[in-house]
């Protein structure tokens, strides 16, 4: 089950979280973020939006991948521009596990934006994969915080995904167990 917790004041947001959890000897656990998010104040606003799915615990170690991608839509002709927040946290996308452990950034020290009156453009993709992940595993829930400064009467939206698996030295562990298990059973 996913859920998406946000707020600001003079903003008309959607989103949508997707929860994807693969069935199989390895459990893997995914986050897909969407979001769109459109400032109607008048100055620039700061917005963080999460997006948290609870998960069935996965032993460490593991390993990860993610990406995200974004467009700025220029809505009132002067421009647009999203930015990392330059007064907290500087990057875009930040990977979370277990609710507190941030475990892999994207877009750090990152601005794009559109060049011309009504004009659109883009940002990313970056991305991540196979990477280690949190050695203890996860506990109770994987996340994906989006942070980022958008100019006045603008839009931006994103496409953000965040996965986390068993790592293949401890599926093989495993499979040596299981094919173990069966040549005992045999004698």
Do not use: C, H, K, W
């Amino acid at each position: 089950m996913g859920s998406m917790t946000f707020g600001r004041a003079g903003v008309v947001l959607g989103g949508a979280v997707a929860a994807i959890a693969v069935a199989s000897a390895a459990s893997a656990e995914t986050v897909i973020f969407n979001y769109v998010v459109t400032n109607t104040s008048n100055s620039v606003q700061t917005f963080t939006i999460f997006g948290t799915m609870l998960v069935a615990p996965i032993a460490g170690p593991t390993t990860m991948s993610g990406s995200i991608t974004g467009t700025v839509t220029d809505l009132n002709g002067n421009g647009a521009e999203v930015t990392s927040d330059p007064f907290g946290v500087d990057s875009i996308y930040t990977a979370i596990v277990d609710g507190t452990d941030e475990v892999r950034y994207l877009m750090t020290d990152f601005s794009f934006e559109a060049n011309g009156p009504f004009l659109s453009g883009t940002g990313g993709p970056q991305a991540f994969s196979n990477e280690a992940g949190p050695a203890g595993g996860v506990a109770i829930s994987i996340a994906i915080r989006l942070e980022f400064t958008l100019t006045p009467g603008d839009s931006a939206s994103f496409t953000s995904i965040f996965t986390i698996v068993p790592a293949p030295a401890a599926l093989a562990v495993l499979g040596l167990g299981v094919v173990g298990l069966g040549r005992r059973r045999r004698n």
